[in-house]
């Protein structure tokens, strides 16, 4: 990640980042808006969020959708169609897949993120695992982005020059 996504990142969290991989998708307005991270932070700490949302408009319209009960009626989906839940799998599986080209982390070996695979507990990871993998991949993720504004039809969320000098590049969650 070079330093002007590091200083948009940073300002889009308010904080300095932390454990960064890469710039995982990017805004239609040319800002990063999902961050793979490391699965074990600089400090040690194992971090299954492999995917991480950090455009304050996405993350924004993301925790309103999460006030519906679409998660819930998402999880209720899973054991009725066996189809979906196979492909739920299926996006659990790419998730571990990309998490360990990232790096080991016994510690959190087989655990994904956002519920995969038994059920839906956080929209946030699985929209930043579809932005970041591509449709098709994560159905729940696809859905929801489906239903979500165009968050960045309006220009950058955060200006760079607002951000706060970053202190450790590579440095995340």
């Not at 408009?57 to 309103?64: E, Q, V």
């Not at 990309?98 to 507990?121: F, N, Q, T, Y």
């Not at 969320?157 to 970053?166: F, G, K, W």
Request: proline share 8%; charged share 20%.
């Amino acid at each position: 990640m070079d330093a002007q996504d590091e200083a948009a990142a940073s300002a889009q969290l308010g904080r300095a980042v932390r454990g960064v991989a890469g710039v995982a998708h990017r805004c239609t307005c040319g800002q990063p808006d999902v961050l793979a991270t490391c699965p074990r932070l600089p400090d040690g700490t194992p971090f299954p969020t492999t995917f991480y949302a950090t455009c304050p408009r996405l993350t924004g319209a993301i925790s309103t959708l999460e006030t519906t009960g679409l998660m819930r009626e998402m999880t209720e989906r899973l054991s009725r169609d066996p189809q979906l839940a196979a492909q739920y799998v299926a996006a659990h599986e790419d998730y571990l897949a990309r998490r360990r080209e990232l790096g080991d982390v016994p510690e959190i070996e087989g655990i994904s993120a956002g519920g995969m695979p038994h059920r839906v507990k956080c929209l946030h990871v699985l929209v930043g695992h579809a932005l970041a993998a591509g449709p098709g991949v994560n159905p729940f993720g696809d859905e929801a982005l489906a239903l979500l504004p165009q968050w960045g039809a309006g220009g950058p969320c955060a200006s760079q020059r607002e951000s706060e000098p970053v202190r450790a590049a590579g440095d995340l969650g």
